[in-house]
């Protein structure tokens, strides 16, 4: 789903009512603004999701709440100014987390 200038994916769209395994999900260089822990719940065990280049923002406690298995992460290039206390506690997995290139601040 690279590059295709999404800008919001519905819960009921179409890939959120597959029901299958995939290991990688890339929706890099896109618009997307936010992430919607709705979205990718049905398709199961996926262990790297690239959202690189997109428009995010915030990062809330419950935008990865349902990607247990995810073991990558790849949030480089958005405009992420916010990370909410917690955001990636379900992540019991998680290895790699990548936020280059953010509007981050200490």
């Not at 419950?62 to 990370?83: A, G, R, T, V, W």
């Amino acid at each position: 789903l690279t590059s295709n200038d999404i800008a919001f994916i519905n819960s009921s769209a179409t890939i959120a009512n597959i029901s299958i395994n995939l290991n990688n999900i890339n929706i890099a260089l896109n618009s997307l603004k936010f992430i919607d822990s709705r979205l990718l719940i049905r398709i199961k065990n996926f262990t790297k999701l690239n959202l690189t280049s997109n428009y995010i923002e915030k990062i809330s406690i419950d935008s990865f709440l349902h990607f247990y298995s995810l073991e990558e992460i790849d949030l480089k290039n958005n405009e992420i100014i916010l990370i909410e206390d917690f955001s990636f506690k379900s992540l019991q997995m998680l290895k790699k987390l990548n936020l280059e290139f953010n509007k981050l601040k200490v």
